[in-house]
């Protein structure tokens, strides 16, 4: 996978809290932060598909997982399934291009 190099700006405070979790979590700072990254795009997905903001599917792309992955992690963090027809639809779409 290719990378990108990304200079950031951001307020002492938050620089000293991604430092001391680094620390905590013995990694560089880069690696903290993707992880939070990650993360982010994991809850961003979740309370976009809980507010009706996203489809499934979209929230899926917005965290970065497979629409399967995307509703375990919807179900550990309790949030209901309430399954839309375009989603109904994007999954059959899928399933006919598998067979």
């Known amino acids: 996978m290719a990378t990108k190099t990304l200079s950031v700006r951001m307020k002492d405070e938050e ?4 430092s001391a979790l680094a620390v905590e979590e013995h990694e560089d700072l ?7 990254m990650e993360k982010g795009r994991v809850l961003l ?4 598909y809980r507010r009706g903001e996203a489809s499934l599917e979209k929230a899926a792309r917005l965290a970065g997982v497979s629409m399967a992955r995307m509703m375990e992690v ?6 209901d399934l ?3 027809s375009e ?3 994007a999954g059959l779409a899928r399933l006919r291009k598998a067979w």
């Not at 620089?15 to 991604?18: G, N």
């Not at 919807?74 to 949030?79: F, K, P, Q, T």
């Open 30 to 36: 880069s690696t903290t932060l993707r992880e939070l």
């Open 15 to 18: 620089y000293r809290f991604l």
């Open 82 to 84: 309430n399954l839309e």
């Open 74 to 79: 919807l179900r550990e963090y309790g949030v």
């Open 87 to 89: 989603d109904y639809q």
């Open 45 to 48: 997905g979740i309370e976009k």
